[in-house]
């Protein structure tokens, strides 16, 4: 089976993860360092949103630092199966880890609402399928979804253009690496910044020319 990296820190540090195949993108560890050194702050006792979870890498990283529930959504069967391994190998399994096999867009538009507010969201959409992105943003930028002081991240290819705001989401910050992007949005209510989402911040150390790196209940 694929490899889908380790986990950085918490109860679970060094526990090695699944992928669900060749094909799928898992969340590298450089990525995931600077991903989760800005989260953690808001991480012990949230409730975390992984969308288009693949292997479920973010939400057991955030899971292993404190949060207090994890949903991790994806279409894929086989994926799903992964996440609940992965999930029984790190020790993670139980009540506070939910799996739910869904088109990310139907479960926002459905059971979503049932399973948030979501304190923290993450999402990486297929980069062949760019729309995804914008779409699902979209939807988290509508009331009730998102807690008032809620986070969005979004992993995307660096070409793939994102506005600065949606709804009542507003561009934070960016990391770079190589042709990976991560987007960094907070509800308004929280802390508007109006500033292009394209003003991209290079993660620390990183060559921005570098390449990127790159069961169930049914919603």
Known sequence: MADAGRVIAGRARGRRLAAPGEGTRPLGDRVKETLFAILEPVLPGATFLDLFAGSGAAGIEALSRGA???????????????????????????????????????????????????????????????????????????????????????KRFRRTPLPASIGLLASDRERRFGETTLSFYRGVAARPVDRPADQIEPDAGEDPNADGQGDVEEA
């Open 68 to 154: 207090a529930r994890v949903i991790f959504v994806d279409r894929d069967r086989a994926a799903c199966a992964v996440i609940e391994a992965n999930l029984r190998s790190t020790g993670l399994a139980g009540p506070a880890a939910i799996v739910r096999r869904s088109d990310v867009l139907a479960y926002l538009d459905g059971v979503g609402a049932r399973d948030g507010p979501f304190d923290v969201v993450v999402l990486d959409p297929p980069y062949n399928e760019p729309g995804l992105l914008d779409t699902a943003l979209g939807r988290l930028g509508q009331p009730g979804l998102l807690a008032p002081a809620g986070r969005v991240v979004a």
